[in-house]
């Protein structure tokens, strides 16, 4: 009734209104999020969320693909918003709490923090798997992404060998800059960064950023040039 009334007011004042239907937040869109804060939030298999399930996504019930915040070809920019205590688990192969994934080329995390989130695999062990509080899942090596003032702490990872609790870079260019991760806590399984980890698709370039600790425990990827700490990965 209020679209029917605004083309009627339209009409009445002499203008002929031009009506044409879209799908919002999707198909390359550009969506802005600034100082907002997902609290609890929650997504479990054959259990009522406490909150919300690929938010943003045209796929918003479906499962197999799980996170409580899915970009899919979209394109955010991510201001002063938090994620603390957000919890994800699904027996699909692919998980993650905020997941970017697809079309997304410069799209953006600032002044953003991760606390107490947790993302746990309920099924089988899988070596493919994707999972993180951030995972970037872009469309390929030429997409990028900004991770800027952003604090990964106190996360957990309870998935496969291949998935670090904080950042997990599976395909795309991130740019990670003045960043900190703390605290996190990968699977017992994992062989990979429990900060930081890049996929054989991914590439990140790291400065100014401080991790848990030295080494390939805390920032690790697939491939021999997929991770550039020359800029003060600390």
Partial sequence: HLVDNANEAARLSGVT????????????????????????????????SSGGQNLFDEEDDKALESAVVLFKDVKPVVTGTSF????????GGFGGLVVVKGAASK???????????????????????????????????????DIVN??????????????????FVATGTATIRNCIFAGNIASTHASVGTDLHVGSGGKAIV???SFGGEGTAYASSSGATGLDLTGGGI
């Fill in 17 to 48: 209104p031009i009506v044409e239907p879209i799908r919002g937040g999707t198909d390359g869109a550009r969506l802005t999020l600034a100082n907002c804060s997902f609290v609890n939030c929650g997504w479990m298999p054959d259990v009522v």
């Fill in 84 to 91: 603390v205590g957000c919890h994800n688990e699904n027996g």
């Fill in 107 to 145: 799209c953006a995390f600032t002044n953003c923090l991760w606390c107490a989130c947790e993302d746990i695999y309920s099924g089988y062990l899988d070596a493919e798997d994707r999972a993180g509080a951030l995972v970037l899942d872009l469309a390929n090596a030429g997409v990028e992404a």
């Fill in 150 to 167: 952003c604090t990964f702490a106190w996360n957990l990872s309870a998935r496969s060998a291949s998935t670090p609790a904080g950042l």
């Fill in 207 to 209: 400065s100014y950023t």
